[in-house]
């Protein structure tokens, strides 16, 4: 079946780091993939999208590329702030499918 | 727009008891869903609801009941509550157009002692 895999946190960096989360799928076909993030204490909100190959997703400095070749959509920033400091999900969406399939999360901490 | 209302927003159970955790949403969408999320386990699909009158089963449904009461609210029920059954509850909802994402309430944390 259908599934996501992202890097093990948690991940701690100084304010102004780049970041990177890696997140690799396995699907049939060509799912739609999404980015959420969950700040302390709320539910999960929608960072960014793509919905098909090559695509970049984009959103508050956020970015990810919808790699087919590598089955992958890596999240990244330039330059990280304390207020990032988030648990940040990887999801995949199957067209046709209701079923959002979400890797386990990775937890981020940036310090001042 | 209030977007996805859950309530309550935290409660505490004993084994065995019953209860009905209540979702919302005022966008006009087709799905909601219901999901638990577990440390170390991201988030695990209970049961969805494609549109009014319709509920089917996912990942983790076992305990669980739900009702699609209009196109509005989605509820889950506990029967005989469970500590394995101790969590963090979110619905959401999506308009399930393709690619289109799912909004979240702001969860129900439930604990079963």
């Known amino acids: 079946g259908d599934s996501v895999t992202q890097m093990e946190g948690p991940v701690t960096l100084s304010e102004e780091a780049f970041l990177t989360i890696n997140c690799t799928y396995t699907a049939t076909g060509y799912p739609s993939l999404f980015w959420y993030v969950q700040y302390p204490g709320e539910g999960l909100q929608l960072l960014l999208k793509a919905t098909k190959a090559d695509d970049k997703g984009s959103n508050k400095g956020f970015e990810a590329t919808y790699r087919k070749e590598t089955t992958s959509f890596h999240l990244e920033k330039g330059s990280v702030q304390v207020s990032d400091s988030a648990v940040y999900f990887c999801a995949l969406l199957q067209g046709g499918s209701e079923k959002l399939v979400f890797g386990k999360g990775t937890k981020l901490t940036v310090n001042p | 727009n209030a977007g996805v209302t859950q309530t309550p927003k935290f409660q505490v159970l004993k084994t065995g008891q019953s209860m009905t955790l209540q979702c919302a949403q005022d966008m006009n969408h087709n799905s909601m869903y219901w999901y638990r999320q577990d440390p170390g386990m991201g988030l695990r699909l209970i049961y969805y609801?494609?549109?009014?009158?319709?509920?089917d089963k996912g990942e983790v449904p076992n305990g669980y009941n739900v009702s699609r009461l209009n196109k509005r609210e989605f509820s889950l029920r506990l029967e005989s509550a469970a500590p394995s059954q101790t969590s963090v509850y979110f619905c959401?909802?999506?308009?399930?157009?393709?690619?289109?994402?799912?909004?979240f309430g702001p969860g129900t944390r439930l604990t079963v002692t």
């Open positions: 609801s494609a549109s009014e009158g319709t509920t």
């Open positions: 959401a909802s999506s308009l399930r157009t393709p690619g289109d994402e799912q909004y």
